[in-house]
Nanobody, 126 residues
Framework: VQLQASGGGLVQAGGSLRLSCAASGRTFGNLNMGWFRQAPGKEREFVAAISRTGGRHYYSDSVKGRFTISRDNAKNTVYLQMNSLIPDDTAVYYC????????????????????WGQGTQVTVSS
């Protein structure tokens, strides 16, 4: 699976960005998708995940209520809508995929994902 993330950039606190991640190489409808992020000097952390059908979502406490994950299986793309951004959201954001053709559950741990995109930088200024 090849994953191509885009949509990062520089935004002021309180602003919004939408990240996109286009997937290729496998049946997208069989892939659980997730977003993770890594801030400078910190370990990579879970942000949000969506099941292969789009029916289930899960968010970290730090982004719940501000970020929304969604997917368009016809376009082989997963999105992360980020609103009310704060400086602590500054990080490189990675999309990830896990081949899960037989589950309706989401994956929330790094270990569950075996395909990773290259990352896109999000910088939130105060």
């Amino acid at each position: 699976v090849q994953l191509q993330a885009s949509g990062g950039g520089l935004v002021q606190a309180g602003g919004s960005l939408r990240l996109s991640c286009a997937a290729s190489g496998r049946t997208f409808g069989n892939l659980n998708m997730g977003w993770f992020r890594q801030a400078p000097g910190k370990e990579r952390e879970f942000v949000a995940a969506i099941s292969r059908t789009g029916g289930r979502h899960y968010y970290s406490d730090s982004v719940k209520g501000r970020f929304t994950i969604s997917r368009d299986n016809a376009k082989n793309t997963v999105y992360l809508q980020m609103n009310s951004l704060i400086p602590d959201d500054t990080a490189v954001y990675y999309c990830a995929a896990a081949n899960r053709p037989y589950t309706l559950l989401v994956d929330t741990t790094e270990e569950a994902y075996n395909y990773w995109g290259q990352g896109t930088q999000v910088t939130v200024s105060s």
